[in-house]
């Protein structure tokens, strides 16, 4: 899958003892989780985001909707491409899994955004150059993590 054309933000990685499509797992349901909270509903109405509301088939594929988010592209164990958009901003979330040499696999979330305008900018000082956003990349990582690594 081609990733959007939008400015590269920031990438965050971490190795996870379990197999790729152990971690693809983990990842489909940790994103479920964590965007199925009361506090991302609220997040997700206040800045406006385009799919408001959990759909589609599960395992996640193309077409599936997490609130903030659209799968544009799906290829299990491999790469999971997510696009959104809201009033500030037209962004991607690429999660990319790659095998280890030692049978672990090193999961990555690749941000790519677009912030127009006076209000995107304020936003992307928010929740960009604030760490917000890291610090909430890292942690979905981390639970994707300690979920796949649970099941071994």
């Known amino acids: 899958m081609t990733v959007p ?16 499509g152990d971690v693809w797992h983990a990842l489909g ?16 109405r206040l800045v406006g985001v385009a799919d408001r509301t959990a759909s589609g088939p599960r395992p ?7 609130p903030g988010f659209r799968v544009a592209d799906a290829d299990p164990g491999r790469e999971l491409v997510l ?9 991607a979330l690429v999660f990319r899994l790659d095998g280890t040499d030692d049978g672990r696999t090193r999961l990555q979330a690749e941000t ?15 929740v960009i150059s604030s760490g917000a956003h890291a610090l909430l990349t890292g942690r979905l990582l981390a639970a994707a993590r300690r979920r796949a690594e649970q099941v071994r």
């Open 5 to 20: 054309a939008l400015p590269r933000i920031d990438t965050h990685s971490t190795v996870v003892a379990a197999a790729a």
């Open 29 to 44: 349901e940790t994103l479920d989780r964590s965007f199925a909270r009361p506090r991302s509903a609220r997040y997700a």
């Open 60 to 66: 996640l594929v193309e077409g599936s909707v997490l």
């Open 83 to 91: 696009i959104g958009r809201h009033h500030f901003s037209t962004y």
């Open 112 to 126: 790519r955004a677009r912030f127009p305008g006076p209000l995107g900018s304020l936003y992307r000082l928010l």
